[in-house]
């Protein structure tokens, strides 16, 4: 199949699954006569298994960590799984401290917010600043 086939089978955009090929992480069979790039059957299984590792949060890179190793892949994989746990954690704090400043705003701002008066910016002309 080509690249266009195996998109539309997949649902994944060319242009990604180009970047799959170049990166080695789904091999062609070789090419058209009109040099298209030829993908077997085994492309549909690595593109939805490169789906499955990306949606637990791995990278293009650490996918690709996993298939350059003549290693057990579990315990790679394992330690991968739970590097994309600490990331998600810390981005999950990073997003609660975002709701606690947006709710000491909301606290501090509740008159402007609410259409009861302008909100002043330092140093904006338009502004009359609240006495």
């Known amino acids: 199949m080509t690249v266009g086939e195996l998109s539309r089978r997949t649902g994944v955009p060319i242009k990604t699954l180009r970047q799959y090929t170049d ?3 789904i091999y062609t069979i070789g090419r058209s006569a009109a040099n298209y790039r030829l993908f077997g059957a085994d492309a549909l299984w690595c593109v939805h298994l490169i789906g499955q590792l990306r949606s637990l949060g791995l990278t293009v890179a650490e996918i690709r960590e996993l298939t350059g190793t003549a290693d057990p892949i579990g315990p790679r994989l394992a330690w991968l ?3 994309s746990r600490q ?4 981005r999950i704090d990073e997003l609660h401290q975002t709701l606690r400043r947006i709710d000491e ?5 509740r008159t402007e917010l609410a259409g009861r008066g302008g909100v002043c910016w330092p140093g904006d002309p338009r502004c009359v600043a609240h006495a």
Do not use: K, V
């Not at 990331?87 to 810390?90: E, I, P, W």
């Not at 705003?105 to 701002?109: L, N, P, T």
């Open 87 to 90: 990331r998600l954690s810390a």
């Open 105 to 109: 705003f909301e606290d501090a701002h």
């Open 81 to 83: 799984l739970q590097r």
């Open 23 to 25: 990166s080695g992480l």
